[in-house]
C-alpha cells in the first residue's frame, strides 16, 4: 500500500491585492493618457469653434453699427470694447482705399494691409479656408511679420466697406502646452499618492480575505477550531460567519460519523467475537461431550460384546456409563441454564428475603461434602439480613462459590464465608485457603469452559461453567462481583441491594 503523498504548499504567484493594485494603477495610467490625449488634440479643436464663434460675434456686431452708422455711438464703442477684451480679438473697418474707418488698435497699419492683400488675392498670403459665404470668409492665416498664426476673418460691410476680424492661436497652444505639463506633473504626484492610497486599501481588503484562506485551509486540515473574526459588517464578514458556521456543522457531522464509525466498528468486533465465542463455544462443548460420549460408547459395547460374564464388572461398566451420563446431563444443565441467563429467557424475579437464612441453608448442604474432605466451612451467622434480587440465581451464585472453594481448598483446609453490611449493599465473600489464582487467569476466569487448573477440574467433574453461570446472573442483576488473590488462599465475592 502506497503512502500518501504530503500535499505541496501552494504559492501566491497572482494574488488579489497584486491584481487591485495592477488594475488601479492601469487605469489611472490610462485616464491620464487619454485625458493626455484630450488635451492635446482636441481642447485646440474645442477653442477653435469658440473663437470662430467670437469672431461672427465680433462681426455681426460691426454688421449693425454699419447699417446704423453707429461706429461713433458710446454704446457700440463700449459693446466692441469688451467682445475684444474678454475674446482677445483685434478688428480694422477701411474703405475701399484701405483707409481705416475703425479699429481696436492704436497701429491699424499693418492689419489694414493684410485685408489689402487678402481681398485682392495678392500672391504670398498663406491662408486656410474655414469657411465662406457672400457676407464674409473665415481662414486659419499666418502674420508675414510676427509669424503668429491666427484665425481671421473678413469681408465687405457693403460696397466701400470692408472689415477683418482676427484673434492669435497662440494663446490656446500655450495654454494646452501649460495644461499638458501641468497634467503630466500633477499626474505623476497623483500616481504616486493612488500607489499607496490603492496599497492601503487593498490591504484593508484582502487581510480578511486571507483570514478567510487560513480558517479554510485548517478546516482543509481538519481543524475546526480556527475561527474568522470580522469588525465591519461586509460581504466578506457574512462569508466569514456562513464559513464559521459551515466549520461548527462539519465538526459536529464529523463527529457524529466518527461516533457512528466506532460503535460501527465495535459492532463489527463484537460480531466477530461472538462468531469467535460461537466457534470456542462449539469446539468446547464438543470436547467435553467426546470423553463421556467416547467412554459410554466404549463401556455399551462391551456388555453388548459380553466382554466379561462377571456380575461385578459388568456393575462396573454400568456404574461408568450412569456415572458419564449423569456428567453428560449436568453439563447439558449448566449450558441451558447459561443460555437462559444470558438470552433473558430465564426472567429475574425481583424479591426480598433474608441472604442469611439462604447462605446458612446452603452451607448445610455442603457440610456432609466439607466434612469428608477435611474441610473446616465457618460462616458467622446475622439473621435479618434482607437484600433484594432473585433468590434462586442468587442461590445458584452462591452454590458456584462455595463449590469451587471446597475443590480448590488446600493449606490448612479452610473455607470461611463472611458477609459485610454497606451503604445500600450487603458484600458477601468466600474464602477458601489454597494456592493463588495466577495473575494471567485472573481476567479469564468467567470464561466458559476456562479451567486454571484441567487436572484437577477433570478429576472432580467440573465443566469450566460455574463462574460464567455467576458472571451472567450477576450482570442481570447488574450488582459488583469479583475474585481477591491473598498469600494463603482465594476470596469470591458478591453484592446485593438492599434497597
Known sequence: MSKEQPQKKKRLFFSIRLQMTLTYFFLLCFILVGCWFFNDYLLERNYLK??????????????EAEKKNSFSDSSFESNMLRLCNTYNVSFVVTDASSNTLYSNIKDPGQISRQLRDIVFSRDGIDKKLIEENDEYSMSYMQ?????????????????????????????????????????ISIGLVAMVLAIVVIGVVTSRVTRPIMSLVKVSKSMSEMDFD???????????????ENINTLSDRLKENIGRLKTANLELQRDVEARMNADQRRKEFLANVSHELKTPIALIQGYAEGLKDGVTDDQESRD???????????????????LISLNQVESGEDVMVMERFDLDALITASVNTFAPM????????????????????DEYQVEEVLRNYISNAVHYCAGRMEIIIKTQRLEGHVRTTVFNSGNAIPDESVARIWEKFYKVDKARTREY?????????????MESLHQQY??????????????????
Not at 373 to 385: A, F, L, N, W
Open 50 to 63: 469658440y473663437k470662430n464663434a467670437n469672431l461672427k460675434e465680433v462681426y455681426e456686431l460691426l454688421l
Open 370 to 389: 466439607c466434612e469428608q474432605k477435611g474441610i473446616k466451612i465457618v460462616y458467622e451467622s446475622d439473621p435479618g439480613m434482607f437484600v433484594w434480587a
Open 226 to 240: 480556527a475561527r474568522y473574526v470580522g469588525r465591519s459588517r461586509n460581504e466578506i464578514d457574512l462569508l466569514g
Open 143 to 183: 502674420d508675414p511679420i510676427s509669424g503668429l498664426d491666427y484665425v481671421v476673418m473678413w469681408g465687405d460691410l457693403d460696397e466701400d466697406c470692408f472689415f477683418m476680424v482676427r484673434t492669435a492661436l497662440e494663446s490656446v497652444r500655450e495654454s494646452v502646452r501649460i495644461a499638458n505639463s501641468m497634467l
Open 461 to 473: 467433574g467440573g465443566s469450566g461453567l460455574g463462574l460464567s453461570i455467576v458472571k451472567a446472573i
Open 316 to 334: 462396573y461398566y454400568c456404574d461408568v456409563i450412569i456415572d458419564e451420563t449423569r456428567k453428560m446431563n449436568h453439563l447439558v444443565k449448566r
Open 482 to 499: 469479583g475474585v481477591t488473590n491473598y498469600d494463603d488462599g482465594v476470596e469470591f465475592y458478591f453484592e446485593l441491594a438492599t434497597d
